[in-house]
């Protein structure tokens, strides 16, 4: 992983994924530099970072130094599942998730998934078997009934 220049960035972001980390496991876990996030612009004093992962894929982290809250964010227009699975096979900080979006794609048990040994693997796992199980916006109509532009 690595710094990006802010241009990098061409979408808004969302919120993906809440953890807590004590400072220095912040550092030894992101070993880049962080910025001052404008004081109006945060809840609380903050430092972020725009970081491209191994994998090609941008997500913003932002570190709240009071509560030592890291909310990771990732940009809109990307598969959200798998750009947290991209980061956490880089930067193994797992069991320390309180929150993941619903836009991950696994709504139901995330919180007992954390607590797996192979938790980014069963992540991968369950981000593809829930994909698997949902049809694509182009296989169904908003009805749920097989779209006419489908061929059989």
């Not at 808004?12 to 612009?41: G, T």
């Not at 797996?116 to 981000?127: G, S």
């Not at 078997?129 to 182009?138: M, T």
Request: aromatic share 4%; no cysteine; charged share 30%.
């Amino acid at each position: 992983m690595r710094t990006a220049p802010p241009e990098t960035l061409s979408t808004d972001i969302r919120p993906a994924l809440i953890a807590h980390v004590i400072e220095s496991d912040l550092m030894r876990l992101f070993p880049v530099p962080f910025k001052d996030v404008d004081p109006l612009a945060a809840a609380e004093p903050s430092k972020a970072a725009l970081l491209r992962l191994d994998s090609g894929r941008l997500v913003v982290v932002e570190y709240g130094t009071i509560t030592s809250t890291v909310t990771v964010s990732v940009p809109s227009d990307a598969d959200t599942g798998e750009t947290l699975v991209d980061l956490l096979l880089e930067v193994p900080f797992s069991s320390s998730i309180e929150w993941l979006s619903e836009d991950v794609g696994i709504s139901e048990n995330w919180e007992e998934l954390v607590k797996e040994e192979d938790f980014v693997l069963e992540l991968r796992r369950t981000i593809r078997r829930d994909r698997r199980l949902k049809p694509s916006l182009g296989e169904q109509s908003s009805l749920d009934l097989p779209s006419p532009n489908r061929k059989n």
